[in-house]
């Protein structure tokens, strides 16, 4: 006589669950191959009410645990060879997140079970749902191999996946299978086949499957609402949405959302408040995702009584508890820099997850406190070994920008290093920023060491990375290398031809710099304020005089772009370094708008280089009736006069400014050796290791001396 199952089920069950992924599969096949030796034949109606027992308790699961329970007694039962029960232990284990049971389950079921759709089919639903696409790409792969063919629950599945992968030779391929099996009318698979075209951002297929549709669902026109948003149509959305309107089809909140989220992805913030408007006038009760968009589009607009607004209507619908909300609430309060309202509401959260602590890092590193910023920046570190959220790639970028925009690039450089040792690799915001204080520091090596990373991590065709690069190396002095990164680019902006004109313009190379304007122009791309203040410039270092006019009236009369301070500025200083000051001085005097200490300092570093002491005279004095109180006009004139032998007046400059309380920043010069920077200043004590470097400037400075170069000034060590 056979011993009744219950007085083993519970131990097995219980060591089904302390087993580990590869035990618990062993387990299972033992246990099933033992029962199917034991069970004796069952008639039809009583397995049928089996079956249906273990599925209704299978439904009504409600931890992660108790699947695994059943699992074990439907082993026992003998049932485990029932392809309905395989498929309902797949969805159970899959709902919980527990795809390596869900795949035990699929690989142990008999193999006269795998010809069932539905087993495949839940199998696929498990991996797309968690979000393993090229998981369930591999598993259709494997269906189509056994024969078995999909269906219209099989390809929108499928098709979720082909869109993440962004692959197009498996978007149509999938296609072709659905078309096979003429699946072209299936709404819920033309619904698919809409937005995994839409995914790829390939509209016109979209279009044309929409066309062709006999019925169409609210579903469907949601799709192509949502496929104009990804592609930052808004027009097309709305477009879309008047067409739906006129076929009688009443739109859902999803649609007022993917609506609203087309024309804040586009910039388009005044319609997308008025969008919202229109919602709430026709009744349509607000969701989470509306609010969050809506509070993300009062944070670029400067109205604070819009968003204290959008946050009362958050209360008064009860969305106050979405995580989603309050996140989008401490952006919009941050942004508009009201740090104890966003502090409030993070602090009130009861749960809080990574977007959270970024949204409050990036309020306080957006308002310039770096400091703060990286108080909380350290607490979320701290928080590591009681929780799950711990700082990502987003936080570390922003802090890391938030001291390279405050000019700490040391301490931002240091928090990169740190990055690298937290095995966090950085995306191209992250190396953006790095390289930017690369490029401000002159830190040439580390530089080079971040353009590796990015040949390796395949970022060095991202634009944003490509023109950090560019930036880099012009002004560290590496033209070829720079030049090189340029010419390997694909596409080109106007941000990668503004640096080049400007590196080139820093070196004094004028006629390089006129050179790839020009080719700016030839390409199409249309120059803007900054790459004249940039082409400008360069032509007053390289003494461009006749190209510099050329393209200051090109500025104004072919790109219709009207002069600001800046160009007054580049324009009065290549006409001065030329020695036309009368000139210089008359262009001055007929500005449209009060010369500001850029413009006659223009003017003035010009009387000094050529000696014009009235003329100076006569600019210092219009800077000084403006109480600019600056030291760089004081020393200029000073200079001036001391230069022609005025020592008098010379003297009495200096005083004059030193009473004003008024100081020279004394210039800086720094070399990067092993990865540590070491600053040069007149009059400061020596850094550690100093003492080297000063041993070896004395033998430069013998070895000039022997070869009868004379240094411009005597070599002094310092104490």
Same mark, same amino acid.
């Given at each position: ?18 087993? %580990? ?8 096949? !033992?246990?099933?191959?033992?029962? #199917? ?5 069952? #008639? !039809? ?43 309902? @232990? ?8 527990? &795809? ?72 149509? !391929? ?5 078309l096979q099996m003429g699946l072209h009318h299936n709404l819920h698979v033309v619904n698919g086949l809409m937005g995994m075209y839409a995914k790829l951002g390939q509209m016109s297929i979209v279009l044309q499957l ?13 799709? *192509? ?13 709305? +477009? ?5 309107? !006129? ?33 709430? *006038? ?23 009584? *819009? ?40 602090? +009130? ?38 929780? $799950? ?25 240091? &928090?990169?290093?740190? *990055? ?43 634009? $944003? =990375? ?27 902006? &106007? ?33 803007? +304020? ?5 082409? @400008? #410039? ?32 580049? $324009? =009065? ?12 001085? +008359? ?17 003035? %570093? ?30 200029? $004139? ?5 230069? %022609? ?16 309380? &008024? ?6 010069s720094w070399i990067e050796l092993s990865n540590k920077f070491y600053m040069f200043s007149s009059g400061r004590a020596l850094q550690l290791g100093m003492e080297d470097v000063y041993g070896v400037l004395e033998e430069?400075? @013998? ?17």
């Amino acid at each position: 006589m056979l011993h009744s199952p219950r007085p083993k089920l519970i131990p097995r069950a219980r060591l089904a669950l302390a087993l %580990n992924f590869t035990d618990r599969r062993l387990f299972f096949s !033992s246990l099933a191959h033992e029962r #199917s030796q034991a069970r004796s034949p069952s #008639s !039809s109606p009583a397995r049928n009410e089996l079956l249906d027992l273990f599925d209704h308790l299978l439904r009504r699961c409600c931890s992660a645990e108790q699947p695994g329970r059943v699992h074990a007694r439907i082993v026992v039962a003998g049932a485990s060879d029932s392809a309905f029960l395989a498929a309902r @232990l797949v969805s159970v284990y899959a709902r919980f997140g527990l &795809l390596g049971d869900a795949r035990i389950v699929f690989d142990e079921t008999p193999a006269e079970c795998k010809s069932n759709l539905l087993l495949w089919n839940s199998i696929l639903r498990a991996y797309a749902s968690n979000g393993c696409q090229e998981e369930a790409l591999e598993i259709y792969v494997e269906m189509r191999k056994a024969g078995v063919l999909g269906d219209g629950f099989t390809f929108p599945l499928v098709m979720r996946g082909c869109a993440e992968t962004g692959s197009s030779i498996w978007c149509r !391929s999938v296609h072709c299978h659905a078309l096979q099996m003429g699946l072209h009318h299936n709404l819920h698979v033309v619904n698919g086949l809409m937005g995994m075209y839409a995914k790829l951002g390939q509209m016109s297929i979209v279009l044309q499957l929409f066309d062709r549709m006999g019925a169409r669902s609210c579903i469907s026109w949601n799709t *192509m609402i949502s496929g104009f948003a990804w592609k930052f149509d808004c027009d097309g959305a709305l +477009e879309m949405f008047r067409r739906m309107e !006129s076929e009688g089809v009443e739109p859902n909140v999803v649609t007022w959302t993917s609506l609203l989220s087309s024309h804040a992805r586009s910039g388009r913030d005044a319609e997308t408040v008025e969008l919202f408007g229109l919602m709430r *006038m026709r009744g349509i009760g607000p969701s989470a995702e509306v609010l969050a968009v809506v509070l993300s589009v009062c944070s670029n607009m400067i109205a604070l009584h *819009m968003i204290k607004a959008i946050h009362g209507l958050v209360i008064k619908v009860g969305c106050e508890a979405y995580l989603i909300v309050k996140n989008s609430l401490v952006c919009a309060y941050g942004k508009q820099r009201r740090l104890k309202d966003a502090s409030q509401l993070f602090l +009130e959260m009861e749960s809080k997850n990574i977007v959270s602590w970024n949204a409050l890092i990036t309020s306080y590193a957006e308002s310039g406190l770096c400091d703060e910023a990286f108080e909380i920046f350290s607490q979320l570190k701290k928080s590591n070994g009681c929780s $799950l959220v711990r700082p990502n790639v987003i936080s570390w970028s922003v802090i890391i920008d938030a001291f390279a925009s405050a000019g700490r690039g040391r301490e931002s450089l240091a &928090l990169y290093r740190q *990055m690298q040792l937290a095995n966090i690799v950085g995306n191209a915001v992250t190396i953006s920023s790095v390289l930017s204080v690369c490029a401000e520091l002159a830190a040439l090596n580390l530089g080079r060491e971040v353009h590796c990373h990015v040949v390796r991590a395949l970022l060095n065709h991202n634009l $944003l =990375v490509a023109n950090s690069l560019i930036t880099m190396y012009m002004r560290c002095g590496c033209l070829n290398e720079g030049s090189l990164v340029f010419k390997k680019l694909v596409v080109k902006d &106007l941000i990668s031809w503004n640096s080049m004109i400007a590196g080139c313009g820093m070196h004094g190379l004028g006629k390089d710099a006129v050179r790839y304007f020009d080719g700016m122009v030839e390409t199409g791309i249309k120059p803007d +304020e900054v790459t004249f203040v940039a082409v @400008l #410039s360069a032509c007053s270092h390289a003494g461009l005089v006749v190209e510099g006019r050329k393209l200051y009236d090109r500025m104004t009369e072919e790109f219709g772009i009207e002069p600001q301070m800046e160009h007054y500025a580049c $324009l =009065v200083d290549l006409l001065s370094r030329s020695g036309s000051l009368q000139e210089a001085g +008359e262009i001055v005097k007929a500005m449209p708008m009060a010369p500001n200490v850029c413009v006659w300092g223009a003017l003035l %570093n010009a009387c000094r280089m050529y000696r014009d002491t009235d003329f100076a005279e006569a600019t210092a004095s219009h800077v000084f009736n403006q109480n600019w109180e600056t030291t760089g006009s004081y020393m200029l $004139l000073s200079n001036i006069y001391a230069a %022609n032998g005025q020592w008098d007046d010379s003297a009495r400059l200096r005083i004059s400014a030193k009473e004003k309380g &008024l100081k020279k920043v004394p210039g800086q010069s720094w070399i990067e050796l092993s990865n540590k920077f070491y600053m040069f200043s007149s009059g400061r004590a020596l850094q550690l290791g100093m003492e080297d470097v000063y041993g070896v400037l004395e033998e430069l400075t @013998l070895q000039m001396e022997t070869e009868d170069i004379i240094p411009a000034m005597p070599l002094k060590t310092g104490t």
